[in-house]
C-alpha cells in the first residue's frame, strides 16, 4: 500500500486553505491547476511510498517512540515549487520556530532505515500543498495576502494513499 507520515491538520486551518484555494482559482481561472481537496490538506512529514502490512504494523510500534511536547506553528507566505519561475506545486510555507517539524522528521528518517523501510529523502520543507500545475503552465498569480494563522501540532499519523481517477482517498492508520 502506497503510505506515508503526516500532521493533519486542524479543521478551521482546512476552511480558511479552501478559501485561499478559492480566491486563487479565481486569479488563476486560465490556468491549468488541479487543487488539493479540502478534506486532503495535510503536512507531510515524510513519503514512504509502497510498504507491506507487515511494515505498516511494524512502523505504527515504533513511531509511538518519537515523542514530543505539542507546539504551535504558522501559516507562512504562498509560493511554488521548485520555484515561482517553474511552479509545479503550489504551497503554503508552515513557519516553526521551534524547530521541532524538522527534529520529527529527522527521528522519523533514523528509524526507517532500523526497519528497513524505503522512503523519499528529500530535503524536508515544512509545507502544505494546494495544488499542482498541469500541462507545463508557468504563469501563476499567487498575490494573496495569508493571514499567520496558528494552530497546534501534538501528533502524527501513518497515511494510507489510494490513487482514484478522481483524486486520492487518504486513510489514517493508526
Not at 511494515?55 to 507546539?71: D, G, R, W
Not at 507545463?136 to 490513487?163: A, C, H, T, W, Y
Request: glycine residues 4%; proline residues 5%; contains cysteine.
Amino acid at each position: 500500500m502506497r503510505c506515508f507520515i503526516a500532521v493533519n491538520i486542524p479543521k478551521e486551518i482546512k476552511d480558511y486553505l479552501a478559501d485561499i484555494i478559492l480566491q486563487l482559482d479565481k486569479q488563476n481561472h486560465q490556468v491549468k491547476i488541479k487543487w488539493v481537496e479540502q478534506e486532503n490538506i495535510h503536512l507531510t512529514l515524510t513519503f514512504l511510498g509502497e510498504i507491506t502490512d507487515k511494515q505498516a504494523a511494524l512502523l505504527l510500534e515504533n513511531l509511538i517512540e518519537i515523542k514530543f511536547e505539542p507546539f504551535i506553528v504558522n501559516l507562512d507566505n504562498i509560493s511554488a515549487f521548485p520555484n515561482i519561475d517553474q511552479p509545479r506545486v503550489l504551497k503554503i510555507g508552515i513557519m516553526d520556530k521551534t524547530g521541532q517539524l524538522r527534529q520529527i522528521n529527522s527521528e522519523i528518517k533514523q528509524l526507517l532505515p532500523k526497519l528497513k523501510i524505503a522512503f523519499d529523502d528529500k530535503p524536508f520543507s515544512s509545507h502544505l500543498t494546494l495544488g499542482r500545475m498541469r500541462d507545463g503552465e508557468s504563469r501563476v498569480n499567487l498575490k494573496i495576502n495569508v493571514e499567520p494563522l496558528s494552530f497546534q501540532i501534538s501528533n502524527f499519523d501513518l497515511m494510507k494513499s489510494q490513487l482514484t481517477p478522481t483524486g486520492p482517498i487518504y486513510t489514517k492508520l493508526n
